[in-house]
């Protein structure tokens, strides 16, 4: 892939991640920030940077984590 394209995935990661701050729902957030967190791994394994690949894999982790537990406690108990 080339270098520019390369750039143009760390640039969604950055528009999605700064996008994700206007939201006003605790839900909408975690799913735009996983959103974010998956390009910016995308941009870490092209890159070939560990680090970055490592920290957003935790970040979607933690967003999903806590997203299906928050669906979890917001529904009507059987």
Known sequence: MSSTAIS???????????????????LALRCVQMVGAALWLLYGVLLGALPV??????????????????????SPAP
């Open 53 to 74: 690949i490592a920290a957003n894999a935790l970040v979607m982790a933690a967003a999903g984590w806590t997203t299906v537990r928050a669906l979890r406690q917001s």
């Open 8 to 26: 143009c995935v760390g640039w969604m990661a950055t528009a999605v991640f700064v996008g994700s701050y206007f939201l006003t729902r605790p």
